[in-house]
């Protein structure tokens, strides 16, 4: 697996000065199906809607980008870059405040945070749904306790990550941070088991029966509470926790551990987790796992389950 970044070549790199365009003649990609890199340019160029044929190599062979009339080489960032100024749609690589120059530990944790407050605001939406009489066979008390149930999981492995990885790293920089933080995980937990009890009761409930209806409002208010909840954690521990880490040398093999930790989160929950981060953020959030993660067993299985996530898509439509 080491061998599928090659050093970048310069031949025939350059895309045309024409337009950006989004509907090239034909797009393939040439690479290892056991290479991290290029499950991650075939998810770049699904952000931007590209249809893409993946052409198996040699796990010797440097990985090809052929786009038309240009061939392309290089590491994952030179050909992410290209991608962008290849292809119209929402960028794939952006520096943000989380992508400059942050230990990797706090870049990590941020860009979970973002996944993990969108999923909890997607199942706000699809509750607030049922109660109006919007629910589809997705949107229904089924529907939602699927995606609950793996929303719940995620969270959960976050949480446990934070508090064998994150605050003890605080600890050193400042003593009592870490009490503080375990005692908001605890105070979230028993709203996040009394969410999944009211999703169960709600399914085997008479549909718009008074009890219904009440129970409906019932978990509307607790998943509200969790959102607002998380909301503020977040917020305050990426603006008076994880800046504490700047000062920390990072342990060696830290990603290692946080995936260890996350371990349904980085296998068959990983498509999961990259639904709701942004272009830019999936993207930078598995290079992340390519730069420190020396765990290559488990870095493949995180990848297969991406890969395998992406083959059972149908093909994209042009933006």
Request: aromatic letters at 6%.
């Amino acid at each position: 697996m080491g061998n599928c970044v090659k050093k970048q070549s310069r031949r025939d790199i350059s895309p045309s000065d024409d337009a950006v365009t989004s509907t090239p003649a034909s797009v393939s990609l040439h690479g290892s199906d056991a290479c991290p890199v290029a499950a991650s340019l075939r998810l770049a160029l699904l952000f931007k809607s590209v249809a893409v044929r993946f052409v198996p190599s040699d796990p010797s062979s440097p990985i090809l980008l052929q786009c038309g009339p240009d061939a392309v080489s290089g590491d994952l960032d030179y050909l992410l870059r290209y991608i962008d100024g290849r292809f119209a749609g929402p960028p794939v690589v952006v520096r943000g405040p989380f992508s400059s120059g942050s230990p990797p530990l706090a870049a990590a944790v941020t860009i979970q945070h973002r996944s993990l407050g969108r999923l909890v605001d997607r199942a706000v939406e699809m509750a607030g749904d049922l109660t109006v009489g919007k629910g589809t066979r997705v949107g229904s008390p089924r529907g939602l306790g699927k995606l609950y149930s793996m929303l719940l999981e995620v969270l959960l492995e976050h949480a446990q990550m934070e508090e064998r990885i994150v605050f003890p790293a605080l600890e050193r920089a400042n003593r009592g941070l870490s009490r503080i933080a375990t005692e908001e995980h605890a105070r979230d937990l028993p709203i996040m088991n009394g969410i999944k009890e009211d999703i169960k009761a709600v399914g085997v409930m008479d549909s718009w029966t008074p009890a219904y209806q009440e129970a409906l409002v019932d978990m509307v208010g607790r998943l509200r509470t969790l959102q607002e909840n998380t909301r503020q954690h977040f917020m305050e521990e990426e603006r008076d926790l994880l800046p504490l880490l700047e000062g920390e040398d990072e342990e060696e093999g830290v990603i290692d551990k946080c995936m260890e930790v996350m371990e349904s989160t980085h296998s068959h929950l990983f498509p999961f987790f990259i639904s709701s981060l942004l272009p830019h953020e999936a993207m930078h959030y598995l290079s992340l796992l390519l730069r420190f993660c020396s765990n290559r067993v488990g870095l493949a299985s995180t990848f297969r389950s991406l890969t395998a996530h992406m083959d059972a898509l149908p093909p994209p439509t042009p933006s």
